[in-house]
């Protein structure tokens, strides 16, 4: 299966209270990520990776690591490390993302320039995202509870505003621990196709030391390097 670019990652948190309404725990949910956002520097977590192909009713399933960082206000950095069924490395940089594939020793690197500002911030949300931030970009509803490996978390679903946003996501849904640090347990991302990614996060880690090379490929030597489109 080959990865396609607009795969990547989305979220938010609330503490839920019986009481409350829908639009009240939005709010909640908004002021936790304001807080949060500033002291966001970086994260590591295991992930189970699900991508669903509409037209042939098809799941394919990955599992692996993925390793993020903020380098600067509005811009991350990451890694994305494959290791079932097949081991493959992605990552993303200043809108450039690659795709190592060891078996075929090859490379292949994608120029999301053109998409510029959309990309930053499907990248941001939820790790370094403020709530303020979100509410301008999306229009967010709470669409109930959940139990997500087993922690109970809130269920919320995200609307593009901007049309350009909405060519390349229709909608996000995000799961987000009831209790705990405003980051996402699941998240889902569907696209205007039909086609999704649904990304389970476990092992969370926020702020861990990184090393100066952990968010870069780690290469053979002879690996070929092609530029799929150009």
């Not at 959940?146 to 809130?154: F, H, K, L």
Request: net charge negative.
């Amino acid at each position: 299966m080959q990865t396609r670019p607009w795969g990547f990652i989305v979220c938010l948190f609330l503490g839920g209270v019986a009481t409350l309404t829908a639009a009240d725990n939005v709010q909640q949910v908004l002021g936790r990520m304001d807080k949060a956002a500033s002291d966001f520097k970086s994260m590591t977590a295991q992930v189970n990776w699900t991508t669903h192909t509409e037209v042939l009713n098809e799941d394919d399933k990955e599992t692996g690591t993925v390793t993020m960082k903020k380098v600067l206000p509005g811009e991350v950095q990451g890694l994305v490390d494959f290791t079932s069924p097949d081991r493959k490395t992605i990552t993303f940089e200043k809108r450039k993302f690659q795709e190592y594939l060891p078996k075929m020793k090859t490379v292949q690197v994608f120029d999301l320039e053109k998409h510029g500002e959309q990309l930053d911030k499907f990248l941001m949300i939820g790790f370094g995202t403020s709530g303020m931030e979100l509410a301008k970009d999306y229009d967010v509803s709470m669409l109930g509870t959940a139990n997500v490996s087993g922690q109970p978390s809130i269920h919320l679903q995200l609307m593009p505003k901007a049309p350009d946003a909405r060519q390349y996501v229709q909608k996000l849904e995000l799961w987000i621990p009831e209790q705990g640090d405003p980051y996402p347990l699941q998240e889902k991302i569907f696209e205007p196709s039909g086609d999704y990614r649904r990304v389970t996060y476990s092992d969370l880690k926020i702020n861990p030391p990184l090393q100066p090379d952990a968010l870069q490929l780690k290469l053979p030597p002879g690996v070929k390097i092609e530029y799929p489109g150009k």
